[in-house]
């Protein structure tokens, strides 16, 4: 992901890649504070000590993790850059989805163009597989599937907020995941393609973890994607009324459980 993003800024004049270098920072410093996490797993109660290795690691993980941007504001900064993209490209497309009643056929067309979406079954028609090593198909074909379905929570969010989907964190938190697993499938099987296609050692390994992270990228995207368009799904609104109880009393507000109640 990294050689992806340097080689945009670096092949482009002016290149304009804060999108990708956002997404860049997130996912590896996300990834690398996991890494160390699994390592504490594996090593068991040996590397408690101060001086172990793996605590030295997990210190410069965290540290990067926490040294510049708030990972909650890079991730939100990731869907706004994306909605702001995607608006200049479906603008008049939301005003008709917002006034249906004004727009009615175009609405009911709509809808029959994107039943194949609704029913998570959607049309491959981009035709990724046709740039990359025929043994990348399985791997393209979920990254279209993933695209297509990022398309539809956009256009979505889009049609039932509007402006108003600038105050919804929990949902643009949501978007940025799917934007991120995007991009880090994309980054894989490119690089997995032009080992193989080049001859590099080792490269059907590359095909077979990029296979592996088309797979459990493509079951976030899904589960993302699911709570964007279905919001009954998830629990924001019930985490809504406990937060804005607790904005309110400024503190914990439960009766504690040693307290004598009767």
Known sequence: MIYLTSGLMSTFEDQDCELESLITKVYSSELALKSTEIGFSLLGISSINSEHFCQKLH????????LYEHENMMRILI???GLQYSGKQIGETVKKLRNPFFNGPF???KLWQNRKLHKDDPKLTIGLKNHLHPSCQEAANLIEYSILRLMLAT???FGRHGIDILNNHCQLRRLANVAIQIYAMIACVTRASRSYCIGLQHSDLEILISKVICKNGTDLVKKNVSEILYE???????????????????????????????
């Open 59 to 66: 210190q410069e993980a965290l540290s990067n993790f926490c």
């Open 79 to 81: 869907a706004l850059f």
């Open 107 to 109: 609405v009911l067309k």
């Open 155 to 157: 256009e979505t969010l």
């Open 232 to 262: 009954y799904d998830n629990a924001d609104r019930m985490w809504g009324v406990l937060t804005d109880n607790l904005y309110k009393s400024k503190n914990y507000y439960f009766a504690h459980p040693l307290a004598r109640n009767f």
